[in-house]
């Protein structure tokens, strides 16, 4: 599998989600800059996490404009793989690729700490090393994960299992509706989620519990 990780001004999780992608696919993926406007014959595309654009008007707002998001969108229409984590996952919102918007976290304040995820749908390209219920440990840092949608929206999520991952026991840390902590396009190759799985996959992080998830990866 061929990946490709999107840099934007602000960024700081790109490291990060190289180090879980090379650790666990066994080849480093390209950086790719926002400005450019070709993306290399890939696989899979991760948007990472971060404060594009020092976070001005929306999370994501300005990067969802970018040259290469252009190109993300259009290779993603075709079938090709995209995760957004954190501000990722604000930014293809944004741009059209999932569906809701994520707003200010209900207590106001930015949140860095552990929370709990249920695995709600082990049927995608990304949790299908995962078995349907597993509760995992897994890092979040945001100011704006308060995810929230339309009531027909809501309904054709829960209908065509297309929550991911629900925050569990009692750890929603933004106040996202129906505890939702991530989701997947209708088409199945567009996964958007807030916490950070790739600061939770090897002994130094303290827990391995999120390295299933990139191994999902190979195993798709």
Same mark, same amino acid.
């Given at each position: 599998?061929?990946?490709?990780?999107?840099?934007?001004?602000?960024?700081?999780?790109?490291? %990060?989600?190289?180090?879980?992608?090379?650790?666990?696919?066994?080849?480093?993926?390209?950086?790719?800059?926002?400005?450019? #406007?070709?993306?290399? %014959?890939?696989?899979?595309?991760?948007?990472?996490?971060?404060?594009?654009?020092?976070?001005?008007?929306? *999370?994501?707002?300005?990067?969802?404009?970018?040259?290469?998001?252009?190109?993300?969108?259009?290779?993603?229409?075709?079938?090709? $793989?995209?995760? =957004?984590?954190?501000?990722?996952?604000?930014?293809?919102?944004?741009?059209?690729?999932?569906?809701?918007?994520?707003?200010?976290?209900? =207590?106001?304040?930015?949140?860095?700490?552990?929370?709990?995820?249920?695995?709600?749908?082990?049927?995608?390209?990304?949790?299908?090393?995962?078995?349907?219920?597993?509760?995992?440990?897994?890092?979040?840092?945001?100011?704006?994960?308060?995810?929230?949608?339309?009531?027909? #929206?809501?309904?054709?999520?829960? %209908?065509?299992?297309?929550?991911?991952?629900?925050?569990?026991?009692?750890?929603?840390?933004?106040?996202?509706?129906?505890?939702?902590?991530?989701?997947?396009?209708?088409?199945?190759?567009?996964?958007?989620?807030?916490?950070?799985?790739?600061?939770?996959?090897?002994?130094?992080?303290?827990? #391995?519990? *999120?390295?299933?998830?990139?191994?999902?990866?190979? $195993? $798709?």
């Amino acid at each position: 599998m061929k990946a490709a990780i999107v840099v934007f001004p602000g960024s700081n999780r790109e490291r %990060d989600a190289e180090a879980a992608l090379t650790q666990t696919m066994g080849k480093k993926p390209i950086m790719v800059w926002h400005r450019d #406007t070709e993306l290399p %014959d890939v696989d899979l595309v991760l948007v990472p996490g971060g404060f594009s654009y020092g976070d001005y008007l929306r *999370c994501g707002a300005i990067a969802a404009h970018s040259p290469i998001l252009r190109e993300v969108k259009a290779r993603a229409d075709k079938g090709m $793989a995209v995760i =957004g984590v954190c501000n990722g996952f604000q930014i293809i919102t944004e741009a059209g690729l999932l569906p809701g918007a994520l707003l200010r976290n209900s =207590g106001l304040k930015f949140v860095c700490r552990e929370v709990k995820l249920k695995v709600e749908n082990t049927r995608t390209f990304f949790t299908n090393r995962m078995k349907q219920g597993d509760v995992v440990r897994c890092p979040v840092a945001h100011g704006e994960g308060n995810y929230i949608c339309d009531a027909d #929206t809501l309904k054709a999520l829960e %209908d065509n299992d297309r929550i991911v991952f629900r925050y569990a026991e009692g750890t929603n840390p933004n106040g996202a509706m129906s505890d939702i902590a991530g989701i997947v396009n209708e088409a199945g190759n567009v996964i958007g989620m807030m916490p950070h799985p790739e600061n939770m996959i090897e002994p130094l992080h303290g827990n #391995t519990d *999120c390295r299933p998830l990139f191994e999902s990866l190979l $195993a $798709a």
